[in-house]
């Protein structure tokens, strides 16, 4: 890859935060040179209803990234989320023109596994092969240059609405960036944080976004289900701002600040100041009580989880446990609790594979040949 084409622009417009990303890529990874962030307005459960507003963030955000990176940016890889997304398998045959199956072959049986029939509001964003089967053998990773006349494929199908396609789109190119590509933000997390003997034994991906919860299974290499559970770190906040009755903005400061999901890692002499609705006088009360407010609605984030697992794979396939990441992740106790609820091994993902090349807000040098991804 050239020096010019080295730079990769990411975009993810989330329930809480609208972040940007540049990375400049290389043989040994990605070091990150920008990052931008942005509070999100008009997003709700990583679905746009406000175009202005969803702009606003997306300039702001990477308004920030370019700053850092000390270049232009003006193409992005854009991250389609939330309710919206919904995927299953596919299966499809194809014959082998030569008897050599060659990688044109292999193309053709993809695109006829994904030759479904979708409604005309719904659009693929991802069609990831599992595995390939030549002849009635199966199992076959990577065909090309095996001998055989009937050629199967087992894929993935990844979609999402036509409608928030495209109001992404838009947001994007009002916010002056051409859309290079749309992907899967649970996707671009698992390849950020899984490693390849974790994805080959069996693991499950629990992304815990503001709006949604997204799930995705690997076994043997390759994904084998994806899901989008509508409970997110937004419930989390609403059930303390309820139950304290204390603004919605201060029940976020205090789920980030003292939350945990398990109560009983808490002793009773941790206090936390609540402040009260209209003007009202604070009041304090001890970290088990939030942590009482918490923890049944982690438990029920996790029991959703494990029933989606369970229909979609059995336990022994998912050897390396389960992976969490996202905001949602790092409240304490997380870990803990999805343990006890889904009876697997359970650890924080954080991104391999990845540098940091600037670990400030300070500018870099931006000259006359600067990159423009």
């Known amino acids: 890859m050239t ?14 935060k609208t972040t940007a990303v540049v990375a400049e890529t290389g043989p040994q990874g990605a070091q990150i040179v920008g990052i931008g962030a942005a509070p999100s307005e008009g997003i709700r459960k990583g679905t746009i209803v406000n175009i202005e507003a969803a702009v606003r963030a997306m300039r702001k955000a990477v308004e920030e990234a370019r700053l850092m990176a000390g270049c232009e940016l003006h193409a992005v890889f854009a991250g389609v989320a939330g309710a919206q997304i919904q995927s299953f398998n596919s299966h499809g045959m194809a014959v082998v023109k030569n008897r050599e199956v ?59 609405s036509v409608t928030g396609i495209q109001n992404m789109v838009r947001c994007c190119e009002r916010a002056g960036l051409h859309v290079r590509d749309l992907f899967l933000p649970a996707l671009a997390a698992a390849e950020a944080v899984l490693g390849p003997e974790e994805k080959e034994l069996g693991v499950a991906l629990i992304d815990m976004g503001g709006g949604t919860t997204d799930v995705v299974v690997f076994h043997d290499g390759v994904v084998r289900h994806t899901a989008v ?15 304290l009755r204390t603004p919605l903005g201060e029940a976020e400061k205090i789920k980030q600040r ?6 009983e890692l808490l002793s009773g002499e941790e206090e936390v ?15 088990q009580e939030l942590g009482a407010i918490i923890q049944p609605r982690a438990e029920e984030v996790f029991t959703l989880v494990r029933r989606e697992l369970s229909e979609a ?45 600037v670990l400030s807000c300070t500018p870099r040098p931006q000259s006359r040949g600067s990159k423009r991804p």
């Open 273 to 287: 100041e609540v402040p009260g609705v209209g003007g009202r006088t604070p009041r304090v009360i001890s970290r």
């Open 102 to 160: 060659s990688s044109a072959d292999v193309a053709s049986v993809v695109d006829a596994a994904r030759a479904v029939a979708l409604p005309v509001d719904r659009q693929i964003l991802h069609v990831l092969p599992q595995e390939f089967a030549i002849d009635g053998q199966n199992g076959v990773k990577d065909p090309v240059g095996m001998w055989g006349v009937r050629l199967e494929a087992e894929v993935h199908i990844v979609t999402a």
């Open 258 to 263: 003292h939350g945990c999901a398990l109560s």
């Open 3 to 16: 020096k010019k084409n080295s730079l990769v622009v990411g975009l993810d417009a989330g329930t809480y």
């Open 313 to 357: 794979c059995p336990p022994e396939a998912l050897g390396s446990g389960a992976v969490l990441t996202g905001g949602g992740a790092i409240m304490d106790g997380m870990p803990q609790l999805a343990e006890r609820v889904l009876r697997m091994p359970v650890r924080r993902g954080a991104p391999i594979h990845v540098g940091v090349a």
């Open 229 to 243: 559970l509508a409970v997110g770190g937004h419930h989390f906040t609403n059930d303390i701002a309820v139950g």
